[in-house]
T-cell receptor
């Protein structure tokens, strides 16, 4: 049973470019979360999605950031017009949700570097 | 919303000694408390979790204790080994509510 799959693992973007990070949840999981981790800091919640729905985006910056989890395909975190401060590790996690509870399993992360 | 505080931020122990990391939470309704281990350059891995209907849970060298009255829970690692060196995160949430909040992390170093 494959775990949470994220790609790319490492991404370099110039200021002003767009970054797209992809996440495929564990098999059987319908809930996806994105977290951001700055160097030497903790995990900051960004957004929680179910298929075709954003459930909680209270941790997302108001501008330039968006997330989706389409009916088919991976969840995507999109950062437009990146700035140096966006450089961080972005972790996707998934859980089965519902009566199975919310045990969260993380992927290996996508490291974004803005130059 | 839930607020989780974690102490200490760094912890250094000698190989073979025990390590204890403590967390407090603010929402008395929280009933699910997982612990994650994050090694350098990797994603957090779930190592143990506990629900509020039990006070303690063990898995080999790792144990977690929960005090609901005081709203704190702790991770205990016995007979530490160098491979236990990592950053450990605690978290709290309602089991059927996907609103999990994490502590700031503890960097554990086990010296050989």
């Amino acid at each position: 049973n494959a775990g949470v799959m994220q790609n790319p693992r490492h991404l370099v973007r110039r200021r002003g470019q767009e970054a797209r990070l992809r996440c495929s949840p564990m098999k059987g999981h319908s809930h996806v979360y994105w977290y951001r981790q700055l160097p030497e800091e903790g995990l900051k919640f960004m957004v929680y999605l179910q298929k075709e729905n954003i459930i909680d985006e209270s941790g997302m910056p108001k501008e330039r950031f968006s997330a989706e989890f389409p009916k088919e395909g991976p969840s995507i975190l999109r950062i437009q017009q990146v700035v140096r401060g966006d450089s961080a590790a972005y972790f996707c996690a998934s859980s089965p949700g519902g009566a199975s509870g919310n045990t969260i399993y993380f992927g290996e992360g996508s490291w974004l570097t803005v130059v | 919303g839930e607020n989780v505080e974690q102490h200490p931020s760094t912890l250094s122990v000698q190989e073979g000694d025990s390590a204890v990391i403590k967390c407090t939470y603010s929402d008395s309704a929280s009933n699910y408390f997982p612990w994650y281990k994050q090694e350098l350059g990797k994603g957090p891995q779930l190592i143990i979790d506990i629900r509020s209907n039990v006070g303690e849970k063990k898995d080999q060298r790792i144990a977690v204790t929960l005090n609901k009255t005081a709203k704190h829970f702790s991770l205990h690692i016995t007979e530490t080994q160098p491979e236990d060196s990592a950053v450990y995160f605690c978290a709290a949430s309602l089991y059927n509510n996907n609103d999990m909040r994490f502590g700031a992390g503890t960097r554990l170093t086990v010296k050989p």
